[in-house]
């Protein structure tokens, strides 16, 4: 296969604190959406572009390569490229480095409104320097251009969803264990929501009736300085030990992005009893593309990409949700043709609008 000649330099600069190569990369609150664009990088790569990721820290490379350089360098690196995209979480002074001759792009990484995190798309300085901005999901750019309307306007904000990467794409439906419920993500999501939908499930205490593999860790918030990790640590540690004394409920570390694969492969159903707004929820996204139903709470951009009773099931955000979310997730156990209906439409859904190759397209009209 021969590649196009280079059409464009990119680089895309400081999307986490810290990055690791895709094929290590652990289902975390920082993993899936830089796994993502790690992704579209590589994408970009095979449309012709010349791409480079750099962050102020990192322990490793992917397949394009990958530069870790300090602030005061980022200025000749900016000199060779013709688009430059910011994490919305980078150092606000990098943007001075860039000129008129580059597009300059701001991914949106997956935040709503933060004190901590967005506060400076307040400024008027620092938005007037951006030409786009791009959001993960219409929910997010929609909640966001409310909130920062002095300064943000439509014109020039955009969504495009995070690309899913095809190696969780499965097809084989046959040796899927049809009993097996998942939830894996960050503790914030769902750990202290999943028991009251779990005990709620009829079967609970016969691991031969369902089974909820756990992917999840106290540990992820120890490293992030951005988070008060004594508070979390508290927080979820009750949360966790409240899975724990679930028979039917088995608690994982986090696995990396290559195991995670095999372990949507060996399950039917992704539990996702977010009790807050998610802007994109790439690891359930994940998980569709490998065929696992999602329930969710209809909140956040969840209905954009699930349709109910068509790729998924939807529970509307009502007192009772839990119980009648442990309803359809029974539903669902005992009626195997209905599960393999939603399975399949699950992972053509995600196949046809999130492949790399779709979301790139996207990011090449903007360029």
Known sequence: MYILAVKMNILIIDLVQK??????????????????????????????????????????SCQRGMRHESIDKYKSLIDETDVVMFSSRMNTNILQYS????????????????????????????????????????FHKDTMVSYYNHTLSSSNCHFIYNPIDIKFNNTELSN??????????????????????LRNIPGVGDKTKWVCDVYSSNDLYNNLGDLPGKKYNSMYK????NLRRLNNVVVHDVVNKSELSTVFNN?????????????????????????????????GSASELIVHNINGILVED??????????????????????EFLSKNATSSIYKYLRPEKITDQYMNLF
């Open 19 to 60: 990055i690791k190569t895709l094929d290590t990369w652990r289902c975390d609150p920082i993993g899936g959406t830089t796994g993502s664009m790690i992704i579209l990088a590589d994408a970009l790569t095979y449309k012709g572009c010349n791409v480079v990721i750099s962050t102020k820290t990192g322990d490793g």
């Open 99 to 138: 000129h008129s001759k580059h597009k300059r792009i701001i991914y949106v990484t997956g935040d709503l409104p933060s004190v901590e995190r967005t506060y400076w798309l307040d400024d008027s300085t620092w938005v007037n320097m951006v030409d786009e901005f791009i959001f993960v999901s219409k």
């Open 176 to 197: 899927r264990i049809s009993n097996k419920l998942i939830y894996a993500g960050a503790p914030c999501k769902c750990i202290p929501t999943l028991p009251k939908v």
């Open 238 to 241: 009750v949360a966790f030990n």
């Open 267 to 299: 399950s039917s159903i992704f539990i996702h009893t977010q009790d807050y707004e998610e802007t994109c929820g790439v690891t359930m996204l994940e998980s569709m593309m490998a065929g696992v139903v999602p329930v969710s709470m209809r909140k």
């Open 318 to 339: 009502t007192p009772n949700r839990f119980n009648i979310m442990a309803n359809e997730i029974n539903e669902l156990l005992k009626n195997k043709t209905k599960l």
